[in-house]
């Protein structure tokens, strides 16, 4: 049983289209991120939610747009996707602030 | 908001030495220190955590320390073994729950 799932794995694109990320977790927790993981391996935070609610908004261009339909899975779509956009976005669940990550989704822009 | 800072980038052992990657925070407000370990082509997993009534926590080969004065944390790895290379980050997390992570440290332990 996957415990924080995302779907697709890969994404490989043209600039200025549009694509979208899902996450699903069965872990019951009330809190849901997504994290960018660019080339350096840097991991930034975007957004989070917690039972459906946005509650942390990084610096993250409007093109990004999460959507939470319920606590149980955190969705990203991505407007107008540039080739800085490339990267491995990773969602995420908590409930006693240990992060459970689900195994990420590498998108490629060309 | 929080900073956090993690030293050395990379890191390279022998097979059997050990291994030390340090963090500092910026934010007092912190008081939840995990580490989490990635391995080429895989999710981060959390390997140890200290909360910040704590100065020390050990498990088996990996040990980590906190000076809350100072506001700095270490991961400590002994008799490394080639199935520790990996990226280790850092993170630094405060009672809204937003985990702020180091830059992390390429860690290969050679055999």
């Known amino acids: 049983d996957t415990a924080v799932s995302q779907t697709p794995k890969y994404l490989v694109t043209q600039m200025g289209n549009d694509k979208s990320i899902k996450c699903e977790q069965n872990?019951?927790?009330?809190?849901m991120y997504w994290y960018k993981q660019d080339s350096k391996k840097f991991l930034k935070i975007m957004f989070s939610y917690n039972n459906k609610e946005l509650i942390i908004n990084e610096t993250v261009p409007n093109r990004f747009s999460p959507k939470s339909p319920d606590k149980a899975h955190l969705n990203l779509h991505i407007n107008s996707l540039e080739l800085g956009d490339s990267a491995v976005y990773f969602c995420?669940?908590?409930?006693?602030?240990?992060?459970?990550f689900g195994e990420g989704s590498r998108l490629t822009v060309l | 908001g929080e900073n956090v800072e993690q030293h050395p980038s990379t890191l390279s052992v022998q097979e059997g030495d050990s291994a030390v990657i340090k963090c500092t925070y910026s934010?007092?407000?912190?008081?939840?220190f995990p580490w989490y370990k990635q391995e080429l082509g895989k999710r981060p997993q959390l390997i140890i955590d200290i909360r910040s009534n704590v100065g020390e926590k050990k498990d088996q080969r990996i040990a980590v320390t906190l000076n809350k004065t100072a506001k700095h944390f270490s991961l400590h790895i002994t008799e490394t073994q080639p199935e520790d290379s990996a990226v280790y980050f850092c993170?630094?997390?405060?009672?809204?729950?937003?985990?702020?992570f180091g830059d992390g440290t390429t860690l290969t332990v050679k055999p």
């Open positions: 995420a669940s908590s409930q006693a602030r240990e992060l459970f």
């Open positions: 934010d007092s407000a912190s008081n939840y």
């Open positions: 993170a630094a997390v405060g009672d809204a729950g937003k985990s702020t």
């Open positions: 872990l019951g927790h009330d809190t």
